[in-house]
């Protein structure tokens, strides 16, 4: 610990320390009760989001299983080559209690039977359905990443919160209360001192 002197000017200086320290803490720790509940609240849509993959990658899988035994496999790589396409994404940050979240930004992945790269009348139903169930299953995985990574962030922040608020509360602030009480002794020592002395200067 280091050494301060021992006046009555550091014994306040530590006061408004502690009281500063005090003040940050119990801010800290309001902070990690937010972020713990958005963390369980983002839990609960990760949880959902995945049971919707996995439902909409069945019937993506079945549709394809049907079209593959109704129309074989030339017509879905025709079908697949036409309809391919880039889709732009960006990774955008959204701040929330300090907190930097990213954000993927992207259009809407599903598109109408026109906009496929193929003719409406040059494919059956059959393959047009597992265009449509694919690019929900795309979306349903962009959406999933952004829900992800808000709560790996969240997780991660939580951790950074917990360390400062283990270090005010256990380090810092003891630390700084111990001083105070070696102050406040040392000065208690010496007016007990003065007293005796001016109690002996008045009995001479």
Known sequence: MESIGRTRMNLLLL????????????????????????????????????????????QAFSSLALALGMEGRAPLRSAGYAAQRSLPIELAERNVWGVRFPDLQYPPVARALEARGYAAWGVSTYIDEVARRFETVVELILRSITVELRLKRLGTEIKKVTRRINALNEVIIPSLTRQMRVIRQTLEEREREDLFRMKRFKSD
């Open 15 to 58: 006061k408004r320390q502690i009281h500063v320290a005090e003040r940050g803490l119990e801010l800290l720790r309001s902070k990690r009760e937010s972020l713990v509940r958005e963390f369980f609240t983002v839990m609960d849509r990760v949880v959902e989001s995945r049971g919707q993959m996995e439902a909409s990658m069945e």
